[in-house]
């Protein structure tokens, strides 16, 4: 026993004294970064990692939902977990709260940090043809753009980060007018170079069009009219006119004729991997917001929409004496099937009469259930959204008659009358204009997380008038803190652990 303990005490000691080099080995299954950054092939799968990004739960395969659709006037939540409905009406005590709070937060910072990497290793790569090294660099430009965009919407005072970091790195805390900034010079960048459109297994990548949609969006959210005209004019007079327009409203929404003619950016969702979400190689690259959002007994009903949405739908017919057909493609609502005839999910009616649930992307149209393998890409930015947007701008810039036209191009795909012959008190008087502007984006795009974006931009939450009128439609927002609310606490493990950081106002 002496013995063999003395023989334990020697390789120990042994251990301890030896080059702290040779226990610092490389795992033969991992390629270091110095072994990774050097083909084309490497350059590629870097940008790939980013899309893959996509595809974690705290970004679009489930929880930025609730921040976006949930948390704006036209969702709510009655989960029977409270602290999850909590954080879609405004009521935060753990700022640490994982699936309210850090997860999306981190995923965002984690994608961003993978866009870092291509754009500092791929420009030190040979490649045979440069201007596929070029294109890929406009891709990440691109997307970290993107996630910096969204970071903006939810949080404001996001810290910005453009270098690889390492793990004792504190990035200092940013304001939303930097963040913004941010945005604009990655997209401004990247609309440079990316294409027109892609072909063959490229389609889906983002476009010329995709970064200039989103650089006016960003623009629209500063008030930033002019600069934000001159993005969209691309769609609208530019070189982009010849590769959008209007599809069938229900089209855009399935599984069948994705990335069509009205697509300007959208998430290509498959359900090719049944497995574990994560960020593995194998895992599920599908979303299962409709899961999510799925009336009871058919899915969790986390999530559900204002009935106020059905209310609107109903108050306009189409020139035929119908009801809106975008109310059959938007929401499960009590009279759907006395109105269209459809069932929920092959199911007639057999929830609460005054409620609504989220129709888009769902999967009824198919099948009588739904689960974590949802397939249907999830359209960021289609060409109808451009065009109200355009519609808004023009209106911004006193040029409200010239307005006219790109709303009712919406109207007229689903047989509603012009705007001027059904609301003719509104004339030329640009406060009347944006008022009905509002309800014309919730009926086009309900459900399709742009509302957020909408009702802070619209300042419509920046003074205590503008939020009583929302409660009126969602009384979640009587929870609502003004200068408070219009944005989401920084995880408190994030401000607790660097120093350079401070801690959203009011929280």
Not at 362 to 368: S, T
Request: with cysteine; aromatic share 14%.
């Amino acid at each position: 026993m002496k013995n063999s303990i003395f023989i334990l005490f020697i390789t120990v000691s042994s251990l301890i004294s030896c080059d702290k080099s040779l226990l610092d080995q490389d795992n033969p299954n991992t390629l270091t970064e110095e072994q990774f950054w050097i083909t084309e092939s490497d350059a590629q799968r870097g940008v790939n990692a980013i899309y893959h990004m996509f595809y974690q739960p705290g970004n679009w395969s489930r929880w930025i939902y609730f921040r976006l659709d949930l948390t704006s006037d036209e969702g709510f939540s009655k989960s029977p977990w409270i602290e999850l409905a909590d954080w879609t009406r405004f009521q935060y005590v753990n700022y640490n709260f994982f699936e309210g709070n850090v997860i999306t937060y981190k995923d965002t910072y984690k994608a961003i940090f993978r866009c870092n990497q291509v754009l500092t290793h791929v420009p030190t790569i040979e490649f045979a043809d440069e201007h596929k090294k070029t294109q890929l660099l406009a891709e990440a430009k691109f997307l970290r753009g993107f996630y910096y965009y969204y970071a903006a919407l939810l949080w404001e005072n996001f810290p910005i980060v453009t270098t690889l970091q390492s793990p004792t790195d504190m990035p200092e805390a940013s304001t939303l007018a930097e963040v913004w900034a941010q945005v604009e010079a990655d997209l401004s960048e990247a609309a440079q170079s990316l294409p027109m459109q892609w072909t063959g297994n490229d389609i889906g990548r983002p476009t010329k069009g995709s970064a200039l949609a989103l650089l006016g969006k960003t623009y629209m959210q500063q008030h930033k009219w002019n600069e934000a005209k001159s993005a969209l004019d691309y769609f609208i007079t530019g070189e982009g006119v010849p590769y959008y327009d209007l599809v069938d409203y229900k089209d855009n929404f399935r599984a069948e004729n994705e990335n069509n003619k009205e697509s300007v950016f959208e998430i290509q969702f498959s359900d090719a991997n049944k497995t574990a979400e994560g960020d593995i190689p194998s895992s599920t690259m599908s979303t299962n917001r409709a899961q999510f959002f799925a009336p009871r007994s058919i899915g969790w009903s986390d999530g559900q929409a204002r009935y106020w949405l059905v209310t609107e739908f109903k108050k306009e017919k189409t020139v035929n004496g119908e009801i809106d057909p975008r109310l059959r493609y938007s929401l499960f609502y009590p009279d759907l099937e006395a109105d269209f005839g459809d069932k929920v999910y092959g199911r007639s009616w057999e929830w609460n009469a005054d409620e609504a649930w989220f129709r888009k992307y769902a999967r009824d149209y198919k099948q009588n259930h739904d689960d974590y393998f949802n397939e249907v890409n999830n359209r960021i930015i289609r060409f109808a959204d451009i065009l109200l947007l355009y519609a808004e701008v023009l209106n911004e810039l006193d040029q409200t008659a010239s307005a006219y036209p790109y709303v009712d191009r919406v109207r007229t795909r689903v047989n509603l009358a012009p705007l001027a012959t059904t609301h003719p008190t509104i004339g030329n008087d640009k406060d009347r204009f944006r008022e009905r502007l509002k309800m014309e984006r919730a009926l086009e795009l309900c459900g399709e997380s742009v509302r957020w974006a909408d009702l802070k931009r619209w300042g419509d939450l920046e003074t205590q008038a503008g939020i009583d009128r929302v409660a009126q439609r969602d009384p979640d927002f009587n929870n609502f803190v003004l200068d408070k609310s219009i944005r989401l606490p920084l995880p408190e493990v994030e401000v607790a652990n660097n120093p350079n950081l401070t801690q959203n106002p009011h929280y």
